[in-house]
T-cell receptor
Framework: DAKTTQPNSMESNEEEPVHLPCNHS???????IHWYRQLPSQGPEYVIH???SNVNNRMASLAIAEDRKSSTLILHRATLRDAAVYYC?????????????FGGGTRLMVKP | DAGITQSPRHKVTETGTPVTLRCHQT?????MYWYRQDPGHGLRLIHY???????DKGEVSDGYSVSRSKTEDFLLTLESATSSQTSVYFC????????????FGSGTRLTVV
């Protein structure tokens, strides 16, 4: 899987929007952009994924740059329960074993 | 998480002893994975399975073996535990569709003393 770069940590205030960036300058045409998050003392959980178009679901929105070299996970109103490590992962459509390769992620801290 | 359970949740064992961790799923998913998570290293894949009796190595497979005799169970064995295998172990399942999400278990915290 191609490499992604994320800030180590970010802070946000409760009830404000949060934009979590991810750079993936070596992304290939068959790579999908996946986001997972890991709450304290829990396993990672799926958040969202996309290819080219922006995506929305009940948890978050994913904005993908036109050249696909970067993307942004958007939490529209951060809550204290959103404090977690967020992982941006490129996943090749046809990769053998459908494996996910995790990087360091961004630790999001939410202040009341 | 619904559909996937890991046992035990915590274990302390002595160096040199064998240890088996169990991952059980009720989702009938084809793919199962074992990851370990350590400070400074994030999540790293140990082994994975793409069907009954079909397994393959991941990034950090040395010192570990796995078995999958039934769709629902994926066992991770440390033949002779070492202190470097102290970690939190996560199991995950996937339907195997290229875009399908993973579902992770709650983890097993293993301490080797």
């Amino acid at each position: 899987d191609a490499k992604t770069t994320q800030p180590n940590s970010m802070e946000s205030n409760e009830e404000e929007p949060v934009h979590l960036p991810c750079n993936h300058s070596t992304i290939s045409g068959t790579d999908y952009i996946h986001w997972y998050r890991q709450l304290p003392s829990q396993g990672p959980e799926y958040v969202i994924h996309g290819l080219t178009s922006n995506v929305n679901n009940r948890m978050a929105s994913l904005a993908i740059a036109e050249d696909r070299k970067s993307s942004t996970l958007i939490l529209h109103r951060a809550t204290l329960r959103d404090a977690a490590v967020y992982y941006c992962i490129l996943r090749e459509f046809n990769n053998a074993g459908n494996m996910l390769t995790f990087g360091g992620g961004t630790r999001l801290m939410v202040k009341p | 998480d619904a559909g996937i359970t890991q046992s035990p949740r915590h274990k302390v064992t002595e160096t040199g002893t064998p240890v088996t961790l169990r991952c059980h799923q009720t989702e009938n998913h084809r793919y199962m994975y074992w990851y370990r998570q350590d400070p400074g290293h994030g999540l790293r894949l140990i082994h994975y399975s793409y069907g009954v009796k079909d397994t393959d190595k991941g990034e950090v497979s040395d010192g570990y073996s796995v078995s999958r005799s039934k769709t629902e169970d994926f066992l991770l064995t440390l033949e002779s535990a070492t202190s470097s295998q102290t970690s939190v172990y996560f199991c995950a399942i996937s339907e195997g569709r290229a875009l399908g999400g993973y579902t992770f278990g709650s983890g097993t915290r293993l301490t080797v003393v």
